[in-house]
């Protein structure tokens, strides 16, 4: 089985391009919409690596990396997307323990390398 990978992302048409294209490179893909759902998903499954929108209904993307390496420990590696690429969001990603930050629009390709690139580290 592929390495797993959480997309949470609300734009559906980005999301689904990339699951198209995360799928298509060998990767499981599970996909939320929210914030609320990801913390679900979270509670009971952790994935390879996440990859997530900064602005999201319920939980921000900034929330999720707090979340994630505060609360729950752990050190997944988390990719951060957004067009809300000002400078203030990208240090605070950093700060709390983001491994990556791209700007929309996303690049699948450049994505993918990415993803690799984190997760064979």
């Known amino acids: 089985m592929g390495k797993s990978v959480l997309l949470a992302d609300d734009d559906q048409l980005l999301a689904s391009l990339l699951n ?28 390879d690596i996440i990859v997530s929108d900064i602005m999201m209904p319920y939980f921000s993307g ?31 990603a950093f700060e709390l323990g983001a491994n990556d930050f791209i700007t929309k629009p996303v690049s699948p390709t450049e994505l993918l390398v990415r993803i690799a690139r984190e997760i064979n580290k």
């Open 20 to 47: 198209f294209r995360l799928k298509k490179g060998g990767y499981t893909v599970h996909h939320s919409v929210n914030g609320k759902e990801v913390k679900e998903y979270l509670e009971n499954t952790m994935p």
């Open 62 to 92: 900034i929330e999720l990396i707090d979340y994630v390496r505060n609360e729950l420990k752990s050190n997944t590696p988390i990719i951060i997307i957004s067009s809300a690429g000002n400078e203030q969001n990208v240090l605070t």
